[in-house]
């Protein structure tokens, strides 16, 4: 009999050639060269040190969206809310930094209490969403695309209303916040070493805990059957809600590290689609925390690829989000055929 | 404002309103039969950039409307597929073909960027159009927001007053009786879930050939309609007549943010413009309040009198899910 273990990876295998067939397909139809479109993304992504900087810059929000993701999912819940906590974690980062401007306290200290903020204002906008969803019976994934929009809204409402650049208001986003604010970068790179260490640490430590603590086993029971947990005595909404603040803190801090160490200021698109990307991160690795970096780092070096497609090539770099997403829908799709085909066996 | 001018945007708020009523009304039908078509916001995107190039290249309105529910039906069957054949979760293949569609197409849509094509003109009903009022309103439409009103009543008569509509309700709520019942549940699944995938697919077109001619990538603002169609099924309580009133209400609340514009002159528009969704939450709370367990238990802890009216309210604004939504059936 075929080994299951492996047969999983096979199919997994398969997943990937399919969906490269088929973004070959799209790319044929318009009349491009799928080997001169992969090459150019695969140079444009790891092809020197600068570029592969900046695929470190958008792995890092990436990771550790996907880490705090890791954890909702354990507990069974689907926070799509997840976009609009970073974009909280970013409005309190940039927040902090703007009442400490003119402040005597060292750079360090300030950049340390706005990422600290960051993190807060990522876990109350989820601790919103959690508290519809166990008081309001508002399912997380309406009540998170809803805070969502909201949270947009009140970022251009900062933009455009209080917190608006001297002279002219514009989608460029607020005055940018002074150099001393900013996580020191490599010599020449836009990467910030501290970020890297940040997210890194983050993932660990989502391991640590899911795989490794008390508290993680019973999130992983209220996830698998909320009923049965309840029964055998674990608190499950106060879980639900730990899971909530944990993500939402997390996604906060990329929030915050796109403020400190990338933007340096609030812009309308600060959340960037990290927080839709991270789920797709965490369902193509069937949610184990262990294979989240090397996919984290491939998302987002297809990311930063295909921004050589428009310049090239003259395609549209939204070519990088239709392959991961026909290769996540591949591995559902696989995953299913597989299922099947071992029930068969089996009986 | 003059009463001909107010009765002209009312009439817009109609026209706006008839791309999310499509997609409401397939949503409702295909999470009646049980099945959860998240897909919607993608869907809509594709369907729109599909239907205005169709429409474009072959100089056809109608061909353009047919390729956007084609589209829609298709991104439905393979929702359909992997929830009902293969028995995964609906959610997730759902969300990733929200983002892939919406990604394909912006990718393939670029080359019909900013091109002026092909868009619907109002078409008024002799004799009818001449009512005052209501002929203003209702009668001075284009023939897709016609063909809305027509689609809302039907899908409410087939829901509520047919045997097969019946059946409909019985697979969602309890596929395992409707199964002994003679029900074929796993086909008329697939069935409801494509059909309902095809008229949101025709919300794509309503806006690219309609409501908002063209198609414009990234800046079309489109993207989060579909979304929006979403929460507004669950508003509805899975009614289409109630789903329906709820897109006329958001489609009143943004024309109302445009029109309130010059008054509210310390509000930037750009936060106006997005004022209805936290108002969409609020609804979706209201709707789901009734649900929740301690809701139950402080009702039961009051007098008599508040009680009742309490319960009341709550009733009348309370949906449930069908029951076994988003769960795969299995015979055995």
């Known amino acids: 009999m075929l080994n299951i273990r492996w047969s999983g990876v096979v199919f997994q295998i398969v997943a990937l050639l399919l969906s490269l067939g088929v973004v070959s397909l799209i790319l044929l139809s318009v009349g491009a060269s799928p080997l001169e479109a992969y090459s150019n993304m695969l140079k444009g992504s790891v092809g020197s040190t600068r570029k592969l900087a900046e695929v470190l810059v958008s792995f890092v929000p990436l990771l550790l969206v996907t880490a705090g993701l890791l954890i909702t999912f354990s507990a069974g819940l689907w926070n799509i809310g997840v976009e609009g906590q970073i974009v909280l974690g970013a409005i309190a980062s940039v927040w902090v930094f703007r009442i400490f401007i003119d402040s005597t306290l060292p750079p360090t200290l300030i950049i340390f209490i706005s990422i600290m903020a960051g993190m807060v204002g990522g876990a109350l906008w989820a601790t919103l969403a959690g508290l519809l969803k166990t008081f309001g019976g508002v399912n997380e994934i309406f009540g998170g695309l809803g805070l969502n929009f909201v949270s947009t809204a009140l970022t251009l409402y900062l933009i455009f209303g209080p917190w608006k650049r001297a002279g002219v208001a514009s989608m460029s986003g607020t005055e940018p916040l002074p150099d001393s604010f900013s996580l020191a970068q490599l010599s020449g790179l836009r990467i910030s070493p501290t970020a890297l260490i940040i997210a890194i640490v983050g993932i660990v430590l989502v391991y640590f805990i899911l795989n490794g603590t008390y508290f993680g086993l019973k999130l992983k029971a209220v996830g698998k059957n909320f009923r049965a947990a309840y029964l055998l005595g674990i608190p499950t909404w106060q879980y639900s809600l730990y899971s909530f603040l944990i993500c939402g803190g997390l996604a906060g801090l990329a929030g915050a590290i796109q403020v400190t160490a990338v933007y340096h200021r609030l812009i309308p698109s600060i959340s960037s689609g990290y927080g839709y990307l991270g789920l797709m991160v965490a369902m193509l690795i069937n949610y184990q925390s262990i294979w989240a970096i090397p996919v984290a780092f491939f998302f987002a070096a297809l990311n930063i690829g295909s921004i050589q497609l428009p310049i090239v090539m003259k395609l549209d770099s939204s070519l990088s989000g239709v392959l991961q997403g026909t290769l996540v829908l591949f591995v559902i799709l696989v995953e299913g055929i597989r299922q099947k085909f071992l029930k068969k066996m089996m009986f | ?332």
């Open chain 2, 1 to 332: 404002m003059t009463q001909e001018t107010l009765l002209i945007g009312l009439a817009s708020v109609l026209t706006a309103a008839t791309p999310i009523v499509f997609a409401v009304l397939g949503e409702t039908l295909s999470e009646r039969a049980g099945v959860i078509n998240l897909s919607m916001n993608g869907t809509i995107l594709l369907s729109a950039m599909g239907g205005f190039a169709v429409a474009y290249n072959t100089n056809s309105l109608i061909l353009g409307f047919l390729a956007g529910m084609l589209i829609g039906a298709l991104v439905a069957l393979i929702v359909a597929f992997a929830g009902i054949t293969l028995a995964q979760s609906q959610v997730a293949v759902g969300f990733v073909l929200a983002l892939t569609c919406r990604d394909l197409s912006y990718f393939l849509g670029s080359p019909y960027m900013s091109l002026p094509g092909p868009r619907l003109s109002s078409l008024p009903i002799p004799f009818l159009s001449d009512i005052p009022i209501l002929g203003t309103l209702f009668f001075r439409q284009d023939a897709i927001t016609y063909l809305s009103f027509i689609a809302i009543l039907l899908t409410w008569l087939w829901i509520y007053r047919t045997r097969p509509g019946l059946m409909l309700q019985g697979i969602g709520e309890k596929p395992a009786a409707a199964f002994i019942r003679g029900a074929n549940v796993n086909l008329l699944r697939y069935i409801y879930t494509i059909v309902g995938g095809a008229l949101i697919g025709l919300a794509g077109p309503t806006f690219s050939l309609g409501v908002r001619a063209g198609w414009m990538g990234t800046i079309s603002g489109l993207d989060g309609f579909g979304w929006i169609a979403l929460a507004i099924t669950i508003f509805g309580g899975w009614n289409p007549a109630r789903g329906a009133f709820g897109a006329y209400l958001f489609a009143l609340l943004q024309w109302l943010s445009l029109v309130l514009q010059p008054v509210l002159t310390q509000i930037p528009s750009q936060v106006l413009q997005v004022a209805p969704f936290p108002l969409m939450i609020l609804t979706l709370l209201l709707v789901n309040i009734g649900n929740a367990e301690w809701v139950e238990r402080t009702l039961a802890a009051m007098p008599e009198s508040t009680r009742k009216f309490f319960t009341k309210l709550l009733r009348a604004m309370r949906a449930s899910p069908p029951a076994a939504l988003g769960v795969p059936f299995e015979r055995d």
